[in-house]
């Protein structure tokens, strides 16, 4: 069993399922509302642990109701939660997710996971050490994901850094970021271009590559599949056909299986297909977490071992 680290969000998800986004200024009604676990950071936890992994997590949620309830269903899942702080002094981080039948928008508010500084990795070290992988993203503060990478690093601990939400990126953490996982949107904002089509896409993924030689970059295009630069080529790796329920929690799905592939040594093309279809999988469900697959499920499909 590999030891997979999470460092990163937990949030408490309020979906409110609609028939469309409402337009600036515009109300209108909505037909349900649900109450659902979330965060990137806890639902790339959860997507890992599924999949056989000994899973520990790194975060901050207040000490609130959300809270209480967020490590109770962590427990449940399996996740150790010894690394995540309840403060006092803040709210649980709360997303507002808008879903319509095929795609959804979503808000966040930080909350408690603005506190998940340096000290509280400095406080699960000895964690990050004996971690074979580290995922991080970007919905806590940049700093601390900085410093946890480079913790890693220095370590021996391979990383995925997923850059979501987007926003400038430094030297110093893709130095320490051995795969970076974007999808189409945010690598645009990422490489600070943007696409007409997918041939520009893929020009855009060889250049960045060329320029970041040692961080892996896996560009992520929903039903069109992943995509990463092998010898100066762009390989893209299709995704199976599914009957599509909710899409939300599917890159994170993506990126607690590619912890799973990258951990367990598979090759690339190897892991983005594991990760590519447990995401696949992922999103036949209503909710982040619910349709998140286990490793049986996956391996029915690709036969793993």
């Known amino acids: 069993m590999k030891k997979v680290v999470v460092v990163g969000s937990l949030n408490m998800d309020l979906v409110m399922e609609v028939n469309r986004i409402p337009k600036i200024g515009e109300t209108i009604k909505g037909d349900e509302m649900s109450y659902l676990i979330g965060g990137k950071g806890s639902n790339q936890a959860v997507a890992a642990c599924r999949l056989g992994n000994e899973v520990s997590m790194i975060g ?47 808000v966040v508010i930080p909350g408690a996971n603005d506190f998940c500084d340096k000290n509280l990795i400095d406080e ?23 410093y946890a990478l480079k913790v890693a690093k220095e370590n021996g601990v391979k990383t995925i850094l997923n850059p979501a939400p987007a926003r400038e990126i430094s030297k110093e953490i893709l130095k320490n970021a051995d795969f970076i996982t974007p999808n189409e949107t945010e690598f645009e904002i990422i490489s600070n271009k943007t696409f007409k089509d997918g041939n520009e896409l ?103 071992k």
């Open 124 to 146: 699960n070290i000895e964690t990050i050490k004996s971690a074979d992988i580290l995922v991080t993203q970007l919905e806590i503060p940049m700093e601390t994901v900085e």
């Open 60 to 106: 901050c949620v207040g000490k609130d109701t959300f809270g209480d309830k967020i490590l109770k269903h962590l427990k449940e899942e399996g996740v150790n939660v010894n690394g995540i702080k309840s403060d006092e002094a803040t709210f649980t981080g709360i997303a507002t997710i808008f879903k319509t039948k095929n795609d959804n928008s979503i």
């Open 202 to 304: 893929e020009e855009a993924m060889i250049a960045w590559q060329n320029e970041n030689p040692s961080t892996r970059l896996l560009v992520t295009r929903g039903k069109d599949g992943s995509s990463y630069v092998e010898e100066n080529k762009v390989e893209t790796m299709k995704t199976i056909k599914v009957d599509v329920v909710d899409t939300t929690g599917a890159g994170d799905t993506f990126n607690g299986a590619l912890a799973h592939g990258v951990s367990h040594n598979l090759l690339m093309n190897e892991a983005v297909i594991f990760a590519g279809t447990a995401a696949s999988l992922s999103v036949t469900k209503f909710g982040a977490q619910t349709g998140m697959p286990k490793f049986e499920e996956v391996n029915k499909i690709l036969n793993v």
